[in-house]
């Protein structure tokens, strides 16, 4: 009997990867794809404008041309557009949280008139289409006449971001909060802490694990957000990534450096790839809900 359930394990194992061997091959290839492009890109980014057309990006027979970096970085204005959106998204991310925070924790813990009816509109509010509220909003921004002001266009933008993170932020962290237990409270409680010191001092440092991962989902959606900065922004000086890029993809035309755009792509894409690399395992349990602290 005990002889026969090391096999019994090993055929089990067997058939689970049979059965799953379909899905393996396929999440493989794709990987196998999407590896391919990447260092594709990134061959094309230290190769020449003749070399990427002739398809010997690999080959690098001119060698490696680090000035596509740089060409890119100063030339291109990718320094002005990376600046820009490392501005958006630091201080979005600050901005959400310092809002979103106390206002989940409350909804979460605390019963009042409204409260259901305050989560019923901040989930609605998640449905509604950006394109829906975006023209609205341009059309008052225009008659404050706020877009040729350099400064002013800026804090414009970062106040529709935080926004339109808001609702976001506020039901995945009271979710978050709904499931940490009153007995910290209770405990500070007792100790003659009140509840906004309760929050500051014990509840808030014990969610970091679901401010982490709300933070890294609002970073990826400023850094790669399109639309909206391309109504609002009124000129290149506060133009973030997505649009600078679409803006030197289209002077290539006139150009012809398709090898420095696409040291601009990487340099572009580089923090979303670094984010994913050391923070997967956050990223990965903030869509499936498994990250609790």
């Not at 799953?20 to 196998?32: H, Q, R, S, T």
């Not at 030339?75 to 990376?82: A, R």
Request: charged share 10%; with cysteine.
């Amino acid at each position: 009997m005990t002889g026969k359930k090391p096999h019994r394990r090993f055929d089990s194992a067997v058939k689970d990867g049979l059965r799953n061997l379909p899905g393996y091959l396929i999440l493989g290839a794709w990987c196998a794809f999407t590896l391919y492009l990447l260092s594709w890109v990134v061959a094309a980014s230290f190769s020449t404008t003749k070399e990427i057309f002739s398809g010997n990006v690999f080959a690098m027979s001119s060698g490696v041309h680090f000035e596509n970096y740089v060409s890119a970085w100063t030339t291109s204005k990718v320094s002005v557009f990376f600046g820009n959106s490392i501005l958006y998204t630091a201080v979005t991310l600050v901005g959400s949280i310092a809002i979103c925070a106390p206002a989940s924790y409350a909804l979460a813990r605390f019963r009042f008139r409204g409260n259901r009816l305050i989560q019923v509109i901040l989930v609605a509010s998640m449905s509604v289409p950006g394109i829906m509220v975006i023209l609205p909003l341009f059309q008052l921004v225009a008659r404050a006449g706020v877009m040729n002001n350099v400064a002013a266009n800026r804090v414009v933008l970062i106040l529709l971001y935080i926004g339109t993170k808001i609702a976001y932020t506020t039901i995945f962290l009271y979710n978050f909060f709904t499931g940490l237990s009153y007995s910290y409270e209770e405990a500070a409680a007792i100790d003659g802490c009140s509840p906004v010191r309760a929050f500051w001092q014990i509840m808030l440092p014990m969610a970091k694990g679901g401010i982490a991962t709300v933070s890294i989902f609002n970073f990826l959606g400023v850094w790669n957000e399109y639309f909206m900065s391309l109504i609002m922004a009124g000129s290149d000086k506060v133009k973030p990534v997505a649009i600078g890029l679409h803006s030197l993809i289209n002077s290539m035309k006139y150009t012809g450096n398709w090898a420095g755009m696409f040291a601009a792509v990487v340099i572009v894409t580089l923090p979303c790839i670094i984010l994913y690399l050391c923070l997967s395992e956050k990223i990965i349990g903030g869509v499936t809900g498994g990250v609790k602290g």
